[in-house]
């Protein structure tokens, strides 16, 4: 298939004499040997009416092949604008095959700066991780009608906020990509009964993670966090070395634990806090206590740490001059 024109199921823009919401997007699937040319596919969200519109979601693009290397169009499944709330995005997915088998599953989200959620904002929860109502959430890629997602490659960019809604979270539900992909603005909820794995991440933990009570995520056990935030209220797989570096934030909370340990206590190898990083630990109630064990504890200059009930027990522990344990 060559593609130097357009393909386009683009949502319509509300009325602008309405209240009307934009539409979604539509769907487009390709199944070639080949995709080759300078084209464009699109499946945006529609704009929201001027007035009180929300945006449409986008839509869905999969393309099935088994080679790409001479397409250098784009492809978008953004959602549309709204003066109340954007759309959220779609989903592209990319299936690599040879003549036998499947080589490669790559997801891609991308809402291309779209605002987040008003009723979410950077940090906020998604009913705490159980999802009885979700038609008050707009802006989120929800997945849902399955209760195992596995991929290669899992890219996700522009204010994205993504969550598993599996089956109303009644059963346990995997998600695994052996690399992830990102550009510190995604969101990903892990919910209740929920397991997310990377295999692979770059050099700084490229998204920001939400786990909720009874959720895990499992990642490389080196880990930087830099320009996000991770919030664990569930289960942190094996830590041996985390850096929460310049802007990164890390806040555990009491009902959270590493992976084969009792609630409020975390397991690192090593742990720094450098300069501008933030750890949180909260215990909820106060009387309650966290438990971090560490080879080696760290916070540099600038560096900050908070707790309300907390002890720490390092083989060795440095807090440097500018460094502050409140």
């Not at 699937?29 to 080759?36: A, D, G, M, P, T």
């Not at 449409?56 to 092949?65: E, L, V």
């Not at 880990?223 to 070395?241: I, Q, Y």
Request: some cysteine.
């Amino acid at each position: 298939m060559i593609l130097d024109g357009q393909i386009t199921c683009d949502g319509e823009n509300g009325p602008k004499s309405s209240t009307a919401g934009g539409g979604s997007g539509g769907s487009v699937w390709i199944n070639c040997k080949e995709l080759s040319g300078f084209g464009t596919i699109s499946v945006n969200g529609g704009a929201g009416s001027p007035s009180s519109g929300g945006g449409g979601s986008g839509g869905r693009i999969a393309i099935y092949h088994q080679t790409m290397k001479k397409y250098n169009g784009s492809i978008s499944a953004k959602g549309g604008t709204s003066s109340i709330e954007d759309g959220g995005p779609g989903t592209v997915y990319l299936e690599t095959k040879n003549e036998t088998r499947v080589v490669s599953r790559v997801l891609r989200l991308d809402n291309r700066g779209r605002k987040y959620s008003l009723s979410l904002g950077k940090r906020g929860h998604l009913q705490h991780g159980i999802y009885r109502d979700i038609s008050g959430f707009g802006c989120v890629s929800w997945f849902n009608e399955t209760t195992t997602f596995t991929f290669d490659e899992f890219h996700i960019y522009g204010n994205v906020h993504v969550a598993l809604y599996g089956s109303g979270v009644s059963r346990n539900v995997h998600f695994y990509s052996r690399k992830l992909f990102g550009d510190r603005d995604a969101v990903f909820h892990i919910g209740r009964k929920q397991t997310v794995t990377f295999d692979i991440v770059d050099i700084y933990y490229p998204i920001n993670t939400h786990v909720y009570r009874n959720g895990s995520i499992e990642v490389p056990s080196r880990l930087s966090l830099r320009e996000v935030w991770m919030e664990v209220n569930g289960t942190l797989s094996e830590a041996g070395d985390y850096v929460i570096d310049r802007n990164g934030e890390l806040y555990l909370w009491s009902a959270a634990h590493s992976k084969d340990e009792r609630e409020g206590v975390f397991e690192f190898g090593n742990i720094s806090v450098r300069s501008r990083g933030q750890l949180y630990l909260t215990s909820e109630p106060p009387d309650s206590q966290i438990v971090l064990n560490a080879t080696r504890f760290v916070v540099n200059a600038g560096g900050v740490v908070k707790a309300n009930n907390l002890l720490v027990s390092a083989v060795n522990a440095t807090v440097d001059v500018g460094g502050n344990i409140d």
